[in-house]
């Protein structure tokens, strides 16, 4: 097949998860015989080439600005499309969704992943928030099938928009990386800091780990990866802490971000917004035990290979951090729950059958 892939910043991946998601995945189809393009953003993407492991990339610019980068670029992107005979576009993100007719003008079949609800985000005001929600019943109307990576955010298109679709969850890494690169950039040692991974927007919740782990008594540090675009205020509160445990890297992507994840004592996942977040996942597949924030969408990918602390309740999660620092033993072995549950859950190999099976489907042919 020939497959596209738009409403991202682009590969090789050094933003977030989409842009992951985009770079396994579209590897591993290559590997497969099919022909992929992933389409990027010539602010964002710094890459000298037109290919990435085998990978046709275009990158295209957009309008630099909060409200207008996504949408700008995937217009640009489906428009470009239109010369190029694809058999199938898979575009992310639903506030796309407003574009997802158009590739049908060339007989491209269009999968939308709609990601969670992120209307949901405290970053977005009332103007914002309503485009998301609309752009929610858009993508039932205009995509030829809808993508969820998370059973929640299936129960929702299908009870509040009376649309099914196909969950495909997203992947993980299904073993531990031994080298520690950047751990000695930083002063590190394997084992020796509790890490957190996310954008740095409020409802990601950085600031419940950051306040959570000033209450804790230990020697080890807290690392907390992660940037974002458009929150420097929120950043600058959050680097203002005292303490001095606490080391903030921006954003750390590849080999530097495996070795966070494989050399963690044990990793916090305090996102509330959204579907299956890919740090989490990764977490796992990395070994990593994980406390994670009790909303549905954790407790679905997580289920009991981990422990929780309460909704919001930074209290809990600092005595729920100092029970795991004193007990090494019960780490150990939410480690390994959460590695076997990530290997028979959530191997990318395993997402890129699902979705070469869905590209299959969508044009009418066999699987191969």
């Given at each position: ?285 990395y070994g990593n035990c994980i406390i994670a924030h009790d909303v549905p969408e954790h407790r679905e990918a997580l289920a009991d290979a981990g422990t929780y602390y309460a909704y919001r309740d930074i209290n809990d999660l600092a005595q729920r951090l100092q029970h795991l620092l ?43």
């Amino acid at each position: 097949m020939k497959i596209a892939i738009m409403g991202i910043r682009g590969i090789p991946a050094n933003y977030g998860g989409f842009e992951t998601f985009a770079e396994k995945l579209s590897v591993r189809l290559v590997q497969r015989g099919h022909e992929v393009t992933v389409y990027g953003r010539k602010n964002t993407i710094d890459y000298d080439g037109d290919e990435y492991k085998g990978v046709k990339l275009v990158l295209l610019p957009t309008i630099a600005h909060k409200y207008f980068d996504t949408v700008a670029h995937t217009f640009l992107s489906v428009i470009h499309g239109l010369r190029r005979d694809f058999d199938v576009v898979l575009i992310c993100n639903s506030i796309n969704s407003s574009f997802s007719w158009i590739p049908g003008l060339a007989g491209q079949k269009v999968a939308l992943n709609v990601d969670g609800l992120e209307w949901q985000r405290a970053k977005w005001n009332k103007a914002g928030m309503w485009a998301y929600r609309f752009s929610e019943y858009l993508a039932t109307m205009f995509a030829d099938h809808l993508v969820t990576d998370s059973v929640v955010i299936e129960k929702y298109y299908k009870n509040r928009l009376n649309t099914g679709s196909t969950f495909i969850p997203y992947g993980a890494p299904t073993e531990r990386i031994k080298t520690q690169a950047v751990l000695d950039k930083y002063g590190l040692t394997s084992r020796e800091y509790v890490l957190y991974v996310s954008r740095l927007e409020p409802e990601n919740n950085a600031h419940h780990i950051v306040r959570a782990f000033e209450k804790v008594k230990t020697d080890k540090k807290l690392v907390v990866v992660g940037d974002a675009p458009y929150n420097d205020a929120y950043i600058n509160e959050l680097k203002n802490t005292k303490d001095e445990r606490i080391i903030f890297t921006g954003y750390v992507f590849g080999d530097g971000y495996a070795e966070f994840q494989s050399h963690a004592y044990c990793y916090v996942q305090a996102t509330e917004v959204g579907g299956t977040h890919p740090a989490l996942l990764e977490g796992m597949g990395y070994g990593n035990c994980i406390i994670a924030h009790d909303v549905p969408e954790h407790r679905e990918a997580l289920a009991d290979a981990g422990t929780y602390y309460a909704y919001r309740d930074i209290n809990d999660l600092a005595q729920r951090l100092q029970h795991l620092l004193d007990n090494p033993l019960k780490v150990a072995g939410f480690r390994q729950r959460a590695a076997d549950m990530a290997l028979a859950r959530y191997s990318w190999d395993k997402v890129t059958t699902d979705y070469e099976r869905l590209f299959y489907k969508m044009i009418r042919k066999n699987v191969q």
